[in-house]
């Protein structure tokens, strides 16, 4: 990668630790209001999309609870990947990048069940670049590859079969381009970390909505949950 790009990489990393070290939790609410506004209203703009996706919006997915979920789960990562990378500005800027795009496709699909192709690409182009901007070269290492491929393959496979054996379909397809971008970021190796914690998510959030007395719906919104498998993933890597 050019020299030129790097340095611009480097002194926005510098600027971004600057903000933070003078007032981190007033610039983490910031962003958090920012994302959480921004989802609402792309959400709002989708909602004619939910409608035809879904026949009608009586049969939408919605996810109870969903800004707090996305406000507990924004404010313990950010908090998280500040403690990691608080030595690496260029890297914590970065990933608090990646924070965004997780965070408005987790609360995007918990308000209408969609995820905005927009988004998932940014997710899996931005991995990949950032993994061969990472390594001084001009592609990705080979598990960042493989890992957005399986991670769309995967899933696709899964509900191949599942459609075969039941006529219905498992995960849907804005899941499967979900899970390549989390690929793409995360590698190979992280995909079945994310993909256990999501589900075990998944299982705990059904049963206190159950508990809660609120109507099982026939879909879930899996976005949420692969957002939380993915930065459970992130920290559980590291701590190992």
Request: net charge neutral; with cysteine.
């Amino acid at each position: 990668m050019c020299h030129l790009c790097r340095t611009g990489a480097v002194l926005i990393g510098q600027i971004l630790s600057v903000y933070i070290a003078l007032g981190g939790g007033a610039l983490l609410l910031l962003l958090l209001l920012l994302v959480a506004r921004l989802g609402c209203c792309w959400s709002l703009h989708l909602l004619p999309d939910a409608a035809v996706t879904y026949g009608t919006l009586l049969n939408q997915p919605r996810m109870h609870g969903a800004l707090l979920w996305f406000a507990a789960w924004f404010v313990a990562t950010a908090a998280g990947l500040i403690v990691l990378f608080h030595n690496l500005p260029t890297v914590l800027a970065v990933w608090l990048v990646w924070l965004v795009t997780l965070g408005l496709l987790g609360l995007i699909d918990a308000r209408t069940g969609l995820l905005p192709n927009e988004l998932t690409l940014l997710l899996l182009v931005s991995g990949l670049l950032w993994h061969a901007f990472d390594t001084d070269g001009w592609l990705p290492p080979p598990a960042f590859t493989w890992g957005a491929v399986l991670g769309y393959c995967a899933p696709k496979t899964l509900n191949a079969v599942h459609q075969c054996c039941t006529g219905r379909l498992v995960i849907g397809e804005g899941d499967a381009k979900f899970l390549a971008g989390l690929g793409a970021w995360l590698g190979l190796h992280a995909l079945p970390l994310v993909w256990v914690i999501a589900c075990v998510a998944v299982l705990v959030y059904t049963a206190v909505m159950w508990v809660a007395g609120h109507q099982r719906s026939s879909y879930v919104t899996f976005g949420p949950f692969l957002a939380t498998g993915a930065s459970g993933a992130v920290f559980l890597n590291h701590v190992s």
